[in-house]
């Protein structure tokens, strides 16, 4: 059972739209790269600017999400309710740890985001294809946050 009250506003909106990306799109789960989609979706969100740190072309990355999400299984009728695959799952048990690692008491968008870029599957393949590493990611963050840590569960205003 995922605690979301250890969950950022911004990271619990993300899972939600994630979620209601999968729904929309009559996907039988909620996938990784639904959660990739709705972070780059995010007004006001971290993950862009992150991207943008990186010399990632934001654009090109949505574009290749849009590609991969028409690969994703779909239900004849919409009638299904996209529960969270496993290997997304997966993904937010490593945001977690993400968070434990940089001692933040809530897991925010940079986790999950985090997490994401060392997903196996899809997911992390993409990322990896644009050159997004966990690595840039993390000097990226350190640029956007400082020395910042995630107290609350709106963090992102701060930086």
Do not use: C, W
């Amino acid at each position: 059972m995922i605690r979301f009250d250890k969950f950022t506003v911004k990271a619990q909106e993300a899972i939600a739209s994630a979620q209601e990306l999968a729904f929309k799109g009559n996907n039988t789960e909620t996938d990784p790269l639904h959660l990739l989609s709705a972070l780059l979706g995010q007004e006001d969100g971290v993950i862009v600017p992150l991207l943008q740190k990186t010399g990632v072309a934001v654009s090109s990355v949505q574009n290749s999400i849009d590609r991969s999400l028409k690969d994703l299984p779909r239900l004849e009728r919409g009638m299904g309710d996209a529960s969270l695959s496993v290997e997304l799952q997966e993904v937010i048990k490593r945001s977690l740890g993400e968070a434990e690692g940089l001692h933040d008491e809530y897991v925010s968008t940079e986790h999950l985001f985090l997490a994401l870029a060392e997903a196996a599957g899809r997911t992390g393949k993409l990322l990896a294809g644009h050159g997004v590493t966990r690595d840039r990611v993390l000097k990226a963050l350190a640029s956007v946050r400082g020395s910042q840590r995630v107290t609350d569960q709106n963090p992102e205003s701060k930086y």
